[in-house]
């Protein structure tokens, strides 16, 4: 089984708030956890890529992986109205040569 | 930055009818797939092409699907007798053999009438 579950949302936040997004899985096989930024009427737009448990920062966002728990987050600091769009989460057994496993995708709305 | 590019954005079909989907991988990327995003729904995987074959296929891609690289620079995407539950989006993505992560074309909205 290689399930990928998320919450499609939506989720609608002040600008300047902290945002937190999460997938949870259930195949341990699972190695590499992406997330992916998609606007309306555009393909999937890398934002964080990940190996295997621990944290990685890349400026406003934070990618989380708990191997133990099969549980990935993705945070956003000082969230903007630019930041409105589907956020996806992906995962793979591999880096090269496999399918991605996708999440449904959650809808966010930043206000100004 | 270098990007996938697909074409056409939108593609018009009657059923029963043969539609070629291309696109234009980053140039020294190894690694192609083809995905699907029906309207509302999960982004699917379709395909994984590398060195010339596939190399890997979801129960998706059926005998009424195949791919094709042929010529150095597009990887095209044929769905043959289409139906109308073929429609939906498709993704186009590439990677190189590092570890890298896949990178996505935009996508061609199918629709078949």
């Known amino acids: 089984q290689k399930e990928v579950e998320q919450d499609p949302g939506p989720l609608s936040v002040p600008e300047g708030a902290i945002v937190s997004l999460n997938c949870t899985y259930s195949n341990s096989a699972f190695q590499y956890f992406m997330w992916y930024r998609q606007y309306s009427r555009k393909g999937p737009e890398l934002l964080m890529y990940t190996y295997s448990s621990g944290n990685k920062e890349d400026g406003r966002f934070t990618a989380q992986v708990d191997k133990s728990s099969k549980y990935i987050s993705l945070f956003i600091r000082d969230s903007q109205p630019s930041d409105s769009a589907t956020y996806l989460c992906?995962?793979?057994?591999?880096?090269?040569?496999?399918?991605?496993?996708f999440g449904t995708g959650t809808s966010l709305t930043v206000i100004p | 930055e270098p990007e996938v590019t697909q074409t056409p954005s939108h593609q018009v079909t009657q059923m029963g009818q043969e539609v070629i989907l291309r696109c234009v991988p980053i140039?020294?990327?190894?690694?192609f797939y083809w995905y699907r995003q029906i309207l509302g729904q999960k982004v699917e995987f379709l395909v994984s092409f590398y060195n010339n074959e596939i190399s890997e296929k979801s129960e998706i891609f059926d005998d009424q699907f195949s791919v094709e690289r042929p010529d150095g620079s597009n990887f095209t995407l044929k769905i043959r007798s289409t139906k109308l539950e073929d429609s939906a989006m498709y993704f186009c993505?590439?990677?190189?053999?590092?570890?890298?992560?896949?990178?996505f074309g935009d996508g061609t909205r199918l629709s078949i009438l």
């Open positions: 993505a590439s990677s190189n053999d590092g570890n890298q992560p896949q990178h």
């Open positions: 992906a995962m793979s057994t591999s880096n090269t040569g496999n399918q991605f496993y």
């Open positions: 140039s020294n990327h190894l690694y």
